[in-house]
């Protein structure tokens, strides 16, 4: 069925032009190359600490956070991008024991 | 005061030393002096475009290191007082070129010309940073194609944080785009980037379109700037390209499939 769809698809509307295509490839990969290009060198770090972070919750790897460093006119924008569908939650961490931390009160 | 011009691609093959060798001869063609130096040591090529692969005795490294003075090394071109043409070290590798070096030459140059085109090796190493380094201008050559697109904005970055203005917080290199091997009937035809396209893209003006044109093989078999050949399509497109690049307002041509006029097919002139 999948590929009657696709015959007749091809058959009757014309290819997409292939420069149109490299328009859009190109875009796509400079605008990722330039944001790189110009990002701290911190981004990569942060990048890294957030996923241990976020990981601790919920099942996640390293491609599913984004770290981008913008201009949004005169303010920079730092933009953090957490792909979360489908994640998995993990059960929750075991909580520290808050009140065995706190040191005990000294006798006044 | 001089003007040092680097033409640079970072993609090979997009026609650096063939719009160098053109540019500098029209520039010379418009009264000013001018030499065109090449940066690509160890595969020395301008020579050969430029028709002056037979009179190379010392070469770039030679004036770098003392060994002979710029003015021993630097070959007049026979068809045009005003163009001399500076040929590297066929011998020596990029690493020969010491920043140093490249800044004395440079500074010996500018009191003896107007303009300095300095042709860029491809790649974004050692030589291609040399060559950039001292830059005013930059014309950027691209092909209407993703790789060599992609490069040209990558050397567009470079330039904006590595080259001496950048470094010292001078004012920006000025960067031009050079659309070459342009083919309007593939353009027309949706299987090649327009120059709308490429402009919007790299966001920097555009100096000229080069059609892709038989001249260009042409002018590099019998060793002539293609500019020198103002039949051709390519010839006419840099000369316009220049007339841009020194403020001139004329119009983009070469952006619709020519027609070729029957006397033309006739006689096979492209």
Do not use: W
């Not at chain 1, 790897?61 to 489908?86: A, C, P, Q």
């Amino acid at each position: 069925m999948g590929q009657f769809r696709n015959l007749f698809r091809n058959l009757f509307s014309p290819p997409r032009p292939s420069a149109a295509i490299a328009r859009e490839r190109l875009k796509i990969v400079l605008a990722h190359e330039r944001a790189g290009r110009t990002a701290p060198d911190f981004l990569p770090r942060l990048q890294k600490e957030l996923i241990d972070v976020v990981a601790r919750y919920v099942e996640i790897s390293e491609d599913m956070i984004r770290v981008n460093l913008g201009k949004s006119g005169e303010t920079s924008l730092l933009e953090i991008n957490i792909e979360f569908d489908g994640a998995k939650p993990r059960p929750a961490p075991p909580r520290p024991n808050l009140a065995a931390a706190v040191p005990p009160a000294k006798p006044g | 005061m001089a003007k040092v011009v680097v033409i640079t691609s970072g993609k090979g093959g997009v026609g650096k030393t063939t719009t160098a060798a053109a540019f500098a001869a029209a520039l010379a063609l418009r009264g000013h002096r001018t030499v065109v130096i090449d940066f690509d040591v160890g595969l020395r090529n301008l020579d050969l475009i430029m028709g002056c692969e037979r009179r190379v005795v010392f070469d770039f490294i030679n004036v770098i290191n003392g060994d002979a003075n710029l003015n021993q090394a630097l070959i007049r071109d026979k068809r045009n007082d005003n163009l001399f043409i500076f040929p590297t070290s066929q011998t020596r590798d990029k690493n020969a070129l010491k920043r140093e070096g490249v800044e004395r030459v440079l500074s010996e140059l500018r009191d003896q010309f107007d303009y300095i085109v300095c042709d860029s090796p491809a790649g974004i190493e050692h030589g291609a940073i040399t060559a950039l380094y001292f830059a005013d201008s930059a014309v950027i050559v691209t092909n209407p194609e993703v790789s060599s697109v992609r490069d040209s904005d990558r050397i567009i970055g470079i330039l904006a944080s590595r080259s001496r203005r950048a470094e010292r917080n001078e004012a920006p290199v000025e960067v031009n785009l050079l659309l070459t091997r342009y083919d309007p009937a593939r353009v027309a035809k949706g299987e090649m980037l327009t120059v709308e396209d490429v402009k919007e893209i790299l966001s920097i003006p555009l100096l000229g379109i080069i059609p892709e044109s038989e001249a260009v093989l042409r002018a590099s078999n019998t060793g002539t700037p293609v500019s020198f050949d103002a039949e051709s399509a390519a010839g006419r497109a840099y000369l316009d390209a220049v007339a841009r690049f020194l403020g001139e307002q004329r119009e983009m041509r070469f952006t619709t499939p020519e027609r070729r006029s029957f006397l033309r097919v006739l006689f096979g002139r492209a």
